[in-house]
Structures are given as structure tokens and as C-alpha cells.
């Protein structure tokens, strides 16, 4: 028995229709050794070295950021956080990103405050480490300050460089869909 091509051509279409090719869904994860509920993106948010920056290095490999928010649910006991992972390149190298003042995040309405965080100790990390030689930090996020994220056309992430220079990046693509969506999923309304 044969199927026509145009019944295959439409059944293929359905089903890429129905799929959510997005990589930056929301995910969550039941660390069973704590009991501690993680709520994630599947992947995290990628940011490229701004115009300005990547036209002074442009014969180098650049550096990237990551950044992703957390949400950890201890037994109904919410609190949320900023992953941020920045993956060295061969143009100039981040300071420390624990040292205070060294990162920088601005939005629409102006400087978004990043206090250095504290993690629970679990036995999964909230992300993934793109490069095992990148640094890795985790910041406090309260939820005003991931409702001002998700609505802001503007997100720059400004790194001080070891040399004093100022590494900025901006995300790859818009992260204002990816960020409402997450608080969608989190149940974090726009009240």
C-alpha cells in the first residue's frame, strides 16, 4: 500500500509544527539527595561580545557569556539566582568574576545589582560548563529583578578585563521570550 506524498509531506509538517525546537525551554529537576526542586533553562542564554568589542579583536578567538536564571524550591521555600559563565577567549581575559564590581548587567531602566550568591549543594549543577577552563559564578536574583530581565529590551553584561579594559556582551538572540516564558513555567506572574 502506498502513501500519497502529500499525506507524508503534511503528517511531516504536523509534527515539526508541533515540536518546540527552542533550546532554552524551561526544565526541572528533583535533586533526590536533598530533596531540592531546580528550575532551569535547558540551556542557557548565549551572549557574544558586543559590536564595539568584537571589532577591536576581530583577528582573535573572542570570549563568550552565558547566563541562565535558577529557581530552588526548598520544600514550598522559593529563592532564585543568576548562573553566568564566561568562556575565555584568546582576545583579552576576564578579571574574576567572584571579585566584587568585576560584572556588570544593565537593562532598559539602568543597572541591575548582581550580590554574589550562594548555591545549595547538590548533585547537579543547574548548567552545564560550555568550556572546563571558563569560570563559573552564581549571583543572587530577586523575582523584580528577573521581571525586570524578562522585560527589557536591553541586557548587557560588562566584564572587567584583567588589563582594566571593559569586555560587554549582549545576547545572540532576544531573551525577553526565553525569560517570560521561564517565568511563565515557574509561575512567577507580572503582578
Not at 509544527?17 to 524551561?26: F, I, L, V, Y
Not at 532598559?108 to 568550556?131: I, S
Request: hydrophobic residues 40%; proline residues 8%.
Amino acid at each position: 500500500m502506498r502513501v500519497p506524498l502529500i499525506s507524508l509531506l503534511l503528517l511531516a509538517g504536523g509534527m515539526a509544527g508541533c515540536a518546540d525546537r527552542s533550546s532554552t525551554k524551561p526544565i526541572e529537576v528533583l535533586d533526590e539527595r536533598t530533596g531540592v526542586t531546580l528550575g532551569a533553562l535547558k540551556e542557557p542564554i548565549e551572549l557574544a561580545p558586543s559590536a564595539q568589542s568584537a571589532a577591536l579583536v576581530s583577528h582573535k578567538q573572542v570570549s563568550f557569556a552565558y547566563l541562565g536564571p535558577i529557581e530552588w524550591n526548598r520544600s514550598g521555600i522559593l529563592s532564585y539566582g543568576l548562573w553566568v559563565h564566561i568562556v575565555p577567549g584568546s582576545d583579552r581575559q576576564p578579571g574574576d568574576i567572584h571579585a566584587p564590581e568585576t560584572l556588570a548587567l544593565t537593562l532598559d531602566d539602568g543597572p541591575l545589582a548582581l550580590p554574589p550568591g550562594e548555591t545549595p549543594k547538590l548533585g547537579r549543577a543547574p548548567y552545564r560548563q560550555l568550556a572546563p577552563w571558563g569560570q563559573t559564578a552564581y549571583f543572587d536574583l530577586t523575582v523584580d529583578g528577573l521581571k525586570r530581565m524578562a522585560a527589557s529590551r536591553k541586557l548587557e553584561l560588562r566584564v572587567r578585563a584583567m588589563d582594566g579594559s571593559t569586555m560587554t556582551f549582549t545576547p545572540t538572540q532576544d531573551s525577553r521570550p526565553v525569560l517570560t516564558k521561564y517565568m511563565q513555567v515557574r509561575g512567577i506572574t507580572g503582578d
